[in-house]
């Protein structure tokens, strides 16, 4: 039967190495799930930047007042989500999730409406739309498609950080349960593993190659 908890890593036998792995994230914070709610931002960041360059003046309406409030929500949001990832804290793999459902949710508003051509978000209205974007002019094509690889890539990174966010912290969970039910002891791990490094180094090179 198909085990989401053992294809996560959450449900698994641990030997003496994923003991002291699992170990270290008590002391150790998750950077690389903060790491990708970060790198998220990061292509949020260069999305509004493109699309506040655009030369249109029929998109200065309350809806791009909208677009303002929203991406300072995005930004605050997922920056404190970030913060609570690192630490540990599954609760704020939520938040991430809901961030990336709204940054596609997004291509089909401005970015679907430079690519046709205008006239779907303003169906009177018909204008091209050009930027001027790190000192290069863009065109339309070029705009749209642009717009649409910055939301992909900051959805994409905050799914990611938040699997890797849950699955770390449900692994800590669980690891620190069975710490004080005594099922896990860190010093049998240890002298475990300090026994299989005196076997190898005991163990000639040649021998081993021969087995």
Request: charged share 15%.
């Amino acid at each position: 039967m198909f085990d989401i908890g053992r294809l996560l890593g959450v449900k698994r036998e641990m030997d003496s190495h994923d003991v002291i792995k699992t170990d270290v994230y008590r002391y150790k914070r998750n950077t690389l799930a903060s790491g990708l709610a970060l790198l998220s931002l990061v292509f949020e960041c260069l999305y509004f930047m493109l699309f506040y360059s655009l030369l249109n003046g029929t998109y200065y309406s309350i809806l791009i007042g909208g677009s303002i409030v929203l991406n300072l929500a995005v930004l605050l949001i997922t920056f404190l989500s970030s913060e609570g990832v690192k630490a540990y804290n599954k609760k704020y793999c939520i938040p991430l999730l809901v961030i990336a459902v709204i940054q596609i949710g997004r291509i089909f508003i401005y970015p679907t409406d430079i690519a046709m051509g205008g006239g779907y978000l303003y169906p009177e209205s018909t204008y091209e739309i050009t930027a001027w974007y790190f000192g290069t002019s863009l065109d339309q094509a070029a705009v749209s498609t642009i717009l649409i690889i910055y939301l992909v890539l900051s959805a994409a990174c905050l799914v990611v950080s938040a699997i890797v966010g849950y699955v770390r912290a449900k692994q800590l969970e669980v690891f620190t349960k069975h710490l004080e039910d005594g099922n896990i002891s860190i010093d049998a791990a240890l002298k475990e593993l300090d026994a299989q490094d005196a076997a190898n180094k005991a163990t000639p090179a040649g021998e081993v190659e021969n087995a």
